[in-house]
Nanobody, 123 residues
């Protein structure tokens, strides 16, 4: 089991950057693909990015390609989401999650979820 805990959210202006972190407890962190999702008010949770167990493979939603980068440090049990060129439509609660499915993109494929961290992008 792993228990993800997100941090790093906040308020940023359009065009700015933020780095989200997700620290996961448990000895089996490297056994899971780690993903980021987001949920804006009144909208469904949507996939943002995922990184493979080793960190060697990544996959992104089209709307963040070229702007966001996901990475992980298995020695620190931590996954990161570097966000740049932020837009007001990126405003949402961002969630980190762990999946036993390789490069999973659907919420139902994820086994463990964090509580989320809020990102607000002002125009």
């Amino acid at each position: 089991q792993v228990q993800p805990v997100e941090s790093g959210g906040g308020l940023v202006q359009t065009g700015g950057s933020l780095r989200l972190s997700c620290a996961a407890s448990g000895r089996t962190f490297s056994s899971y693909s780690m993903g980021w999702f987001r949920q804006a008010p009144g909208k469904e949770r949507e996939f943002v990015a995922v990184v493979s167990r080793s960190g060697g493979q990544t996959f992104y939603a089209d709307f963040v390609k070229g702007r966001f980068t996901i990475s992980r440090d298995n020695a620190r049990n931590t996954v990161y989401l570097q966000m740049s060129s932020l837009k007001p439509e990126d405003t949402a609660d961002y969630y980190c999650a762990a999946s036993i499915v390789h490069l999973a993109t659907r919420p139902q494929e994820y086994n463990y979820w964090g509580q989320g961290t809020q990102v607000t992008v002002s125009s």
